[in-house]
């Protein structure tokens, strides 16, 4: 059972225009969620994160939206640049001290067309 | 530094065989991490090693023996693998345990079995 979805496999933007990378989950226990990014050949790095108490995290050109009620986060990127293009996935871990851990979605490939 | 590394890249082994995957880091990180990732699905946790004490253990299968031998070293024991093992096994490793605590991923090892 995938707790953490990325529903769409791939997604291209122009650049300078806003990407907008989308995950839903469904365990009402996680409040905490992350961003990572992923280049072929590289360990995943991390981007950006949000806790539960918080709607809206922003840094530089990455914001990450939090919609507890729909179960839903967003990662934001604008404007977008080509560096951009890579593997974004999605993470979240409920708090439970000593045993927190975190659950990954499948991932979304970002093709930043130039 | 925040760089951590993984030896070797590419490994393939018989069913027969023993081998082991090794990480390091020298960050200081008190806890370090396995992952699997088969292809197009997110990484997996393994296990997770919390100031060199095994603290989590995600019911991975006995053929997989981990060891922490100090706290910038954690290496992976493979023994009498399945083909279903094949996989990208990634490390990581954070300042604690605790999913506030970014984590730093190597660039894996893609192990295949035969």
């Known amino acids: 059972d995938q707790q953490v979805k990325q529903n769409s496999p791939s997604l291209s933007v122009q650049e300078g225009r806003i990407s907008i990378l989308n995950c839903d989950y469904t365990n009402s226990m996680f409040d905490y969620f992350l961003w990572y990014k992923k280049y072929p050949a590289e360990g995943p790095t991390f981007l950006i994160s949000i806790s539960s108490i918080k709607d809206k995290n922003e840094d530089g050109r990455f914001t990450v939206f939090l919609n507890k009620s729909a179960k839903h986060l967003s990662l934001h990127i604008v404007p977008s640049q080509p560096g951009d293009s890579a593997v974004y996935f999605c993470?979240?871990?409920?708090?439970?001290?000593?045993?927190?851990?975190?659950?990954f979605g499948t991932g979304t490939r970002l093709t930043i067309i130039p | 530094d925040t760089e951590v590394t993984q030896t070797p890249k590419h490994l393939v082994m018989g069913m027969t065989n023993k081998k082991s995957l090794k990480c390091e880091q020298h960050?200081?990180?008190?806890?370090m991490y396995w992952y699997k990732q088969k292809a197009k699905k997110p990484p997996e946790l393994m296990f997770v090693y919390s100031y060199e004490k095994l603290s989590i253990n995600e019911s991975v299968p006995s053929r997989f023996s981990p060891e922490c031998p100090n706290s910038s070293l954690l290496n992976l024991h493979l023994h009498a693998l399945q083909p279903e093992d094949s996989a990208l096994y990634l490390c990581a490793s954070s300042r604690g345990q605790g999913v506030s605590y970014e984590q730093y991923f190597g660039p894996g090892t893609r192990l295949t079995v035969t």
């Open positions: 993470a979240a871990s409920a708090r439970d001290f000593g045993n927190e851990k975190l659950t």
């Open positions: 960050m200081g990180h008190r806890a």
